[in-house]
């Protein structure tokens, strides 16, 4: 083998010590910029429980309200059905914005708004979802800013206040669902996933929305929702949430009711998204692929990303 070597002259032996500073200081702003295993360590230790990574970066926990027993006349909801809280992260060099949905009693309410406001967390909506459930059940968005342990304490003290499970959840296991999901998502234009004996399907946005002058991933809650609980024979029940942008409402509306789906709540979930949204929850029970359609002619009257 011949390797030969060629003496480096004086600029460049000058220029050495620079090209090291400089290719350090990348180096450790790139990691900054990434968050740190040990991060999300801390934030999981704090909230009690794993978190699921999700695309654009964003780690996201779910608070499932397994303690509770709510009907709609006699159809008993699942918690991934109707009764899913989570929070979400998205990761800003060492800081992280936070967004979530936490389900509510009415006597837990006022008390959790109380504990995350201490902690610096902010209620960004308050309302329902659903309609003649029994018990009453509230919905409580929320958004804070700034070191993801602090905010994950808070969230885990507020959360602390009421009756939700908050140790790590048990596993589910893989189960079989009475429902051709299939068919659903090819009437739907996309595929979902069974969680928890329901099929869950979410469809993001065409177009980035942003908050705060950065681009919120679907993940951050600003899909359109949409899950099936299965009813027997191929039947289900139906609920979640359209994502709208104003001229998007009242075509989304009248397709809706137009396939006998019902609206059971219109409003915002956050303060300061560009552009605005608005978020439509509906309701209905009847043969599965029959929804699908009727859900497909709302998601038409959209900007959406699907195949």
């Known amino acids: 083998m011949y390797v030969s070597f060629r003496?480096?002259?004086?600029?460049?032996?000058?220029?050495?010590?620079?090209?090291?500073v400089t290719s350090l200081a990348a180096f450790s702003v790139a990691n900054a910029q990434r968050p740190a295993a040990l991060e999300w360590s801390a934030v999981e230790q704090a909230l009690g429980r794993r978190?699921?990574?999700?695309?654009?970066?964003?780690?996201?926990?779910?608070?499932?309200?397994?303690?509770?027993?709510?009907?709609?006349g006699?159809?008993?909801?699942?918690?991934?059905?109707?009764?899913?809280?989570?929070?979400?992260?998205?990761?800003?060099?060492?800081?992280?914005?936070?967004?979530?949905?936490?389900?509510?009693?009415?006597?837990?309410?006022n008390g959790v708004i109380d504990r995350l406001r201490q902690g610096g967390v902010g209620v960004t909506a308050v309302h329902n979802h659903l309609l003649g459930e029994t018990p009453h059940v509230l919905y409580?968005?929320?958004?804070?800013?700034?070191?993801?342990?602090?905010?994950?304490?808070t969230v885990h003290a507020a959360l602390a206040t009421t009756?939700?499970?908050?140790?790590?959840?048990?596993?589910?296991?893989?189960?079989?669902?009475?429902?051709?999901?299939?068919?659903?998502?090819?009437?739907?234009?996309t595929s979902g996933r069974v969680n928890g004996g329901?099929?869950?399907?979410?469809?993001?946005?065409?177009g980035a929305i942003r908050e705060g002058g950065k681009p919120l991933p679907p993940a951050m809650g600003v899909a359109?929702?949409?899950?099936?609980?299965?009813?027997?024979?191929?039947?289900?029940?139906?609920?979640?949430?359209?994502v709208m942008t104003a001229p998007e409402v009242a075509p989304v509306q009248a397709a809706l009711r137009a396939n006998h789906i019902a609206i059971t709540a219109l409003h915002s979930h956050m303060i300061d998204e560009e552009p605005h949204l608005f978020f439509m929850h509906f309701w209905a029970v009847d043969d599965a692929p029959t929804l699908a359609r009727g859900l497909r002619a709302a998601l038409d009257h959209m900007a959406t990303k699907r195949p």
């Open 224 to 242: 359109t929702a949409i899950n099936f609980q299965p009813t027997g024979g191929n039947k289900a029940a139906v609920t979640g949430d359209f």
């Open 74 to 109: 006699d159809l008993k909801l699942l918690p991934a059905f109707a009764l899913g809280g989570w929070v979400a992260f998205r990761p800003e060099g060492s800081s992280a914005t936070m967004m979530g949905d936490l389900v509510l009693t009415e006597g837990e309410l």
């Open 140 to 153: 409580a968005h929320v958004h804070g800013h700034g070191d993801p342990v602090r905010l994950a304490e």
């Open 7 to 20: 003496p480096m002259d004086r600029r460049t032996r000058r220029l050495i010590p620079t090209m090291m």
């Open 163 to 189: 009756q939700t499970p908050l140790g790590q959840p048990p596993a589910v296991m893989a189960v079989r669902i009475e429902l051709d999901t299939t068919a659903i998502s090819q009437i739907l234009g």
């Open 51 to 72: 978190g699921a990574s999700q695309p654009g970066g964003v780690m996201r926990f779910a608070f499932p309200r397994g303690d509770l027993t709510v009907t709609i």
């Open 198 to 206: 329901v099929y869950q399907v979410s469809v993001p946005r065409a």
